[in-house]
């Protein structure tokens, strides 16, 4: 059973949250009045060991009375370096606001979500950022 959460405040903190390793801090959303949970119609992302709520182009994390704003980190299985994808399978279209796809926060920028896979649109190629796990919630 997941239980939901409505929090409401007017600030933004930065913090490291309880029982989370030293390195993981996230901008605490205690003004977030959306309500994620089962159908709340946010695909989720999955993220280390726990699943993401994808609003808006941002990864929350509703946990301990609050909401986390996560990134993916750059990781072996999530890198952030060239690896440009056959141009083949982008010839119907390029990535781009309205495309359709999903985009997710992974380091420094913003990837989008194509067939499993974190896309990252690079000069005049796309590069090829890792697998992701998706799933619907709606």
């Given amino acids: 059973m997941r239980t939901l959460l409505l929090v409401t405040a007017s600030v933004t903190l930065l913090s490291a949250c309880a029982g989370a390793p030293e390195s993981h801090s996230a901008d605490i959303h205690t003004d977030h009045a959306h309500v994620h949970g089962d159908n709340c119609g946010h695909a989720r992302v999955w993220h280390d060991d726990h699943w993401d709520y994808l609003h808006d182009g941002h990864l929350h994390f509703v946990h301990d009375g609050h909401v986390d704003e996560h990134v993916l980190g750059v990781?072996?299985?999530?890198?952030?370096?060239?690896?440009?994808?056959?141009?083949?399978?982008?010839?119907?279209?390029?990535?781009g606001p309205g495309d359709?796809?999903?985009?997710?926060?992974?380091?420094?920028?913003?990837?989008?979500?194509?067939?499993?896979?974190?896309?990252?649109?690079?000069?005049?190629?796309v590069d090829d950022h890792g697998p992701v796990m998706i799933e619907e919630n709606s």
């Fill in 75 to 95: 990781t072996a299985e999530h890198p952030d370096g060239e690896a440009p994808l056959d141009a083949s399978l982008h010839a119907d279209h390029m990535h």
């Fill in 100 to 125: 359709g796809h999903l985009m997710v926060p992974h380091g420094d920028h913003m990837d989008f979500v194509h067939d499993g896979r974190l896309h990252y649109v690079h000069e005049d190629h």
